[in-house]
């Protein structure tokens, strides 16, 4: 049976409107007090596992989940081997270098040697430092990267961006943009190859669906 | 100003009300609602920061919180370099092998070489099973370990059991403990030995705390 991989929070809705959009019932997972991990389409043609963000991939590159929808930003930082197939458009955001208002530095390139970054994605701030020629001491944090600069434990914090209001209720400030995140449509390579349970089919039908405007 | 970390979650009430008995009132982050990260013990003698738990030895290993209160098992799979002052009694738990009830196996030492063993954990698993000499491949999930046996992306888990009920619901079993795990208070080891911002008598009565029955 086809399974995919859905990630909760902020992707989550939207993962499962498009799949509805062409046929597959997810929304299970959205009534209040679920606690089921993995769920059918009521039609009984597919499976999907509700899993956090980073473990889409790793499902996906398994060949637990022939598909998965998950943030670019998170492909990015796992670089985990698993086919690209479609850019969905929403749940936009953006990977930043943030530091304090009060902070002397305006621009990546004001920092010091040796300068401190916390993030959660330690992965992609140590590839853009070093994309920069900048030694930097990469702190990873697994939440409220914030606090950081606020406890001056790091000078700067590099981490996801949607609207802003987290920088500014925490008296933070975007000093750089490292790349634009959105959902993207993944798939296990070889059973996209293979064309393993229909998958193909999925795929073009979700191609359609996004490019409708 | 004397600064402590907090983990959220399941050792936070516990936490707080062993601070409360030696004077210090954190209780603010129990109001719902609250978002505050870090706030003041209303005499002003002492700041608490909110932390996720894995990021508390972070915190204290910087020195940018004095002590801080953490599950013995975060402490084992971050080496964090701090100092262990006091185990704290609440907050039991283990670290366990599990496999699914229908698994064949019936000890670690059954493994297959080159099993699967899904876990958050992945230093406490690479460890037990080094010991045991005992060839894995292990596969870091941040969240609902369970879903690796159930999905069969892996044979086994490595996950803290409290009481047994999520596995029990997940149709899986424990084989092994690999340890047994309690809250510790940790501290910054020089500002300890410094005794800066009175820690020394907080630690004591701390332990004084925790000596009564």
């Known amino acids: 049976m086809l399974t ?29 007090g679920m606690r089921q991990l993995q769920i059918e389409d009521p039609t009984g043609r597919a499976r999907a596992l509700i899993l956090r963000n980073g473990d889409v991939p790793v499902y996906v590159e398994y060949g637990q989940a022939h598909l998965g929808i998950v943030g670019y930003d998170v492909l990015q930082e796992k670089r985990a081997n ?33 300068v401190r970054v916390a993030s959660k994605f330690v992965g992609c701030a140590r590839a853009y ?8 001491e990469l702190i990873y944090l697994s939440g409220s990267v914030e606090l950081g600069p606020i406890t001056g434990m790091s000078e700067a914090i590099v981490d996801l961006v949607a609207t802003g209001t987290t920088l500014r209720e925490n008296g933070l400030q975007e000093l750089e943009v490292l790349f634009e995140s959105t959902a993207r449509l993944v798939g296990h390579p070889l059973s996209y190859r293979l064309n393993q349970d229909g998958m193909g089919e999925i795929v073009a039908n979700m191609r359609q669906q996004v490019m409708v405007p």
Chains 1, 2 share one sequence.
């Open 82 to 114: 698993v086919a690209q197939l479609v850019d969905l458009g929403f749940g936009g955001c953006r990977m930043s270098v943030a530091v304090k208002q009060t902070s002397p530095y305006r621009s990546a390139r004001d920092f010091p040697a040796h």
């Open 129 to 136: 430092f070093h994309e920069l020629d900048i030694p930097v």
């Open 4 to 32: 995919v991989a859905l990630a909760k929070g902020a992707l989550l809705k939207d993962s499962i409107r498009l799949f509805q959009s062409i046929g597959l019932d997810f929304s299970a997972f959205l009534e209040p």
